[in-house]
């Protein structure tokens, strides 16, 4: 109860921030970034992982997740203004309640609409237990998003044991490779023939497949190898603020 109401509060008080973390393709070059959300609670950092339940279980996601999307969407906007940062996208996580609430697909629609930004750069993420939790509702909203024009990711890809066969009837853009089974890249060979698995599922379906949590260059060679496509990691960028995000925007060259 304590945090619910650090919760309200920090919203009333725009406590909150987001960070971005990059997102790379085979040649390095930016593609876009996920935001995540950061609470600065006086002296404390409180970790997403800590406060997002709470603010799931008391409702307070709504309002939350709804400042979240407005954030990034105005980012996009912005980028979209400039030639050179006019492809990037911005991944979005989505939680579970507020996929469920009623009105999302209307909110995300009226929050693209206020802030101009391009649908086809913002790419939610959604994970697998959440899906499932009532599978025909969840691919009805999503069919509804991506006829907004929205990416959508599957988080955390290969941790929620869901079937291959529910999985492969879901409209998706993209797999993210659980960090877990990038981490022990090198040394564990299971581990790899998952990662293996999980690419050629992606080419065999046409879905786009991104390894997170790459921490380290034997992850990263390893991962090229094997035709990963698309990274996200310490190794490469941490999340970060906008303003530590301008240096690598400068580099980006311009798209035709
Ligand atoms: O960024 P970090 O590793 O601290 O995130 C911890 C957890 O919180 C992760 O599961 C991440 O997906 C989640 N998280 C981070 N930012 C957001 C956000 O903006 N919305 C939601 N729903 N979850 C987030
Ligand atoms: O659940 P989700 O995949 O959205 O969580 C993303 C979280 O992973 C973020 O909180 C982010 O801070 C964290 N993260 C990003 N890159 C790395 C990494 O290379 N290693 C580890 N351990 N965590 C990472
Ligand atoms: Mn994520
Ligand atoms: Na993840």
Redesign the pocket.
Request: charged fraction near 35%; charge should be negative.
């Given at each position: 109860a304590e945090l619910e109401e650090g919760i309200r509060l920090a919203l009333e008080q725009q406590a909150f921030r987001l960070v971005y973390?990059p997102q790379f393709d085979q040649q390095g070059q930016l593609l876009g970034v996920?935001a995540?959300i950061r609470w600065q609670r006086g002296e404390e950092l409180v970790s997403?992982a800590e406060f997002i339940p709470i603010a799931e279980s008391s409702g307070l996601i709504v309002p939350l997740g709804y400042w979240i999307l407005t954030q990034a969407c105005q980012q996009l906007a912005s980028w979209a203004q400039q030639p050179a940062t006019a492809a990037l996208r911005i991944a979005v996580?989505i939680s579970a309640r507020q996929l469920q609430d009623a009105q999302f697909v209307d909110q995300v629609r009226h929050i693209l609409l206020a802030s101009s930004a391009p649908a086809q750069q913002l790419e939610l993420?959604l994970t697998e237990s959440l899906l499932l939790q009532d599978l025909p509702v969840s691919r009805s909203k999503m069919q509804q998003l991506r006829e907004l024009g929205i990416r959508i990711s599957l988080?955390?890809f290969g941790t929620g044991f869901s079937s291959l066969h529910q999985l492969v009837h879901l409209p998706l853009d993209q797999l993210?490779i659980d960090?877990s089974f990038v981490a022990p890249l090198g040394q564990d060979t299971k581990a790899a023939a998952v990662v293996q698995t999980i690419l050629d599922l992606g080419d065999n379906l046409s879905l786009e497949v991104i390894a997170?949590?790459?921490?380290t260059e034997v992850q990263y060679q390893t991962l090229l190898k094997m035709g990963c496509e698309q990274f996200?990691?310490?190794?490469l960028a941490r999340?970060m603020s906008l303003e530590a995000l301008e240096p690598l925007l400068q580099t980006l060259k311009i798209q035709d």
């Open positions: 973390q996920e995540l997403p996580n993420e988080d955390d993210k960090q997170e949590g790459v921490e996200q990691g310490y190794y999340p």
